[in-house]
């Protein structure tokens, strides 16, 4: 079944307000479970739709590795069985709080058919949930700077982007050994 046609044919449990849609909108019955190597395929696709890098290949024993990983906990949202937004959250060792990680946030996406129904901060949801469990003292995240509206959705979620400042080097950029 298309992405299109699972949109049409859910049954809701719940009522979002669908910020596309200034009535209340039905949203899709969710499922939200770790990762497994066989969302590998759904996995790279959304992260083709984040980012336009050749190089991105998700592999599915990288996968089963995040997955028994107590660290790791990347994580999908499902719609009738079709996996429609992903997110990882990576629990960092830290000393400042004793035996207390602090989480971060990677590679929030959820497919554009289904934005607007609740589907990432019910992901969201779920990480601060598993973040709590895990004794984690703050969550933090990256957003590229043109991504406005994820900027927007962040906030509405809590998350404040005016007490630091975030600094990103990538590989290419590192001094050579």
């Not at 009522?15 to 190597?37: E, Q």
């Not at 830290?94 to 497919?111: K, R």
């Not at 004794?135 to 043109?146: G, Q």
């Amino acid at each position: 079944m298309s992405l299109e046609n699972a949109a049409e044919n859910r049954r809701p449990r719940l009522l979002f307000v669908n910020p596309s849609h200034p009535s209340l909108s039905p949203a899709p019955p969710c499922v939200i479970r770790k990762a497994t190597s066989h969302d590998a395929p759904a996995i790279e696709g959304l992260y083709r739709e984040l980012v336009s890098d050749p190089n991105i290949q998700v592999v599915p024993s990288q996968i089963a590795a995040m997955a028994a990983s107590p660290h790791s906990l990347l994580l999908v949202a499902e719609v009738d069985g079709l996996v429609c937004a992903t997110t990882l959250l990576t629990l960092c060792p830290d000393a400042m709080y004793g035996t207390q990680p602090f989480g971060v946030i990677e590679n929030l996406v959820v497919t554009p058919q289904m934005r607007g129904w609740g589907l990432g901060r019910l992901l969201l949801n779920h990480v601060e949930r598993l973040a709590t469990d895990h004794h984690c003292t703050k969550l933090m995240l990256l957003s590229s700077h043109t991504r406005h509206e994820a900027h927007a959705f962040f906030k509405r979620c809590g998350f404040n982007s005016e007490t630091k400042h975030a600094f990103v080097k990538y590989r290419r950029d590192f001094a050579a050994p």
